[in-house]
């Protein structure tokens, strides 16, 4: 990779951004703040997710990408031009027109695949390359890739889960849905509506997510203390709520993760099969993270199931590889164009 070559995660939740003999030099939420009348754009990542919630009506803090694709091409062009700028600016790296590579979700469609390029075209990129997100975390986490035995990648993002089988440097079968992070979310938000009669945001439900959330039972269950207003009186409310709970609240999202991973395997080819029974899948992405969903796939599968070192920036990673490997890059740049969002 040359010292102008960028690999970048655009995340529905995080943009992370990868530099040459630097790593990962910036890591902040996919968050713009914008004003509402001027449409001016007034903060940009960690200071625009700050104001999540907190803003008066004037300012409104938006996500420009949606279950992982751009659904605010204006906003996510500006988004990337800081992200590029803050590399020049805060690293002195002198970079004004570096390649980009860009990982996607691999059911994105070729509209989809058009407006990340066109963005970091627009952005100042000198080149832009699209990679899937799970053959980027597969590179990431160090999977054999280029191999004829067969990997599997779970990538459990913020906005979709990304499944796939990989052989020959390309994906065999693969499966996008749309639960993972944001899901999970918003399932808190929902329970603590329907059955405690209390809302809550985004950032509180997040925060329980991590303190608590779990996809399998526990050899320890405990409770945390949940705030939020009660929808009733108006005033603000504390409930008790269990790991158990939470767990019964998240079961749809983590269902729905588990129901792809087993699709992609029943459809996988018998020989590759074998190859995930003695290699395992790997899961990587911060969903990973959730405490048991391991297990639970494990268990679900009958195949070891292992998380990936640093699981939150095993794509980046992924992206910067793929540029300092040139064959990589254009078999993977190949397998791009190719492909079809799967039915």
């Known amino acids: 990779m040359f010292s102008h070559d ?17 790593g990962i030099v910036i890591d902040e939420p996919s968050v713009v703040a914008i004003d509402r009348v001027s449409k001016r754009v007034l903060a940009i990542g960690s200071e625009a997710k700050r104001m999540v919630g907190r803003t008066p009506s004037t300012i409104v803090a938006v996500r420009p990408l949606r279950d992982g694709v751009i659904s605010d091409f204006a906003t996510t062009e500006k988004m990337l031009e800081y992200f590029i700028r803050s590399v ?5 790296l002198g970079i004004p027109k570096p390649r980009v590579v860009v990982g ?43 191999d004829a035995a067969g990997s599997m990648i779970v990538d459990i993002g913020g906005g979709t889960t990304e499944v796939a089988v990989i052989a020959l440097g390309g994906i065999v079968r693969s499966q996008s849905v749309r639960a993972a ?26 925060q329980i997510k991590i303190a608590a959330g779990s996809a ?62 003695m290699r395992g899948i790997a899961m990587t992405g911060g ?9 639970r796939i494990a268990t679900e599968t009958r195949f070891p199931v292992f998380v990936t070192e ?30 079809r969002p799967p039915r």
């Open 6 to 22: 960028i690999g970048m995660d655009l995340g529905t939740a995080n943009t992370l951004v990868s530099v040459r003999g630097r």
């Open 88 to 92: 020049n600016e805060r690293f002195g």
């Open 104 to 146: 996607i979700p691999s059911g994105a469609t070729e509209v989809e695949k058009r407006a990340v390029h066109d963005a970091a075209m627009a952005a100042g990129a000198r080149s832009a390359f699209l990679i899937e997100e799970p053959m980027a975390a597969a590179i990431g986490a160090g999977l054999p890739v280029m």
């Open 181 to 206: 992070g944001d899901a999970m979310d918003q399932a808190i938000i929902d329970y603590a509506r329907q059955v405690h009669n209390t809302l809550i945001g985004e950032r509180t439900a997040e």
């Open 216 to 277: 399998f039972r526990l050899d320890e269950e405990w409770t945390v203390d949940l705030r939020g207003r009660d929808l009733a009186t108006g005033l603000p409310k504390t409930i008790e709520i269990s790991t158990v709970e939470l767990r019964d609240a998240l079961s749809a999202v983590t269902n729905e993760i588990v129901r792809a991973v087993r699709v992609t395997i029943e459809t996988t080819p018998p020989e590759l099969v074998s190859d995930l029974m």
């Open 287 to 295: 969903g990973a993270l959730l405490r048991g969903l391991d297990r």
């Open 310 to 339: 640093d699981p939150l920036r095993t794509v980046v990673r992924g992206c910067a590889e793929a540029l300092e490997e040139a064959g990589t890059l254009q078999k993977v740049q190949a397998a791009v164009a190719s492909r």
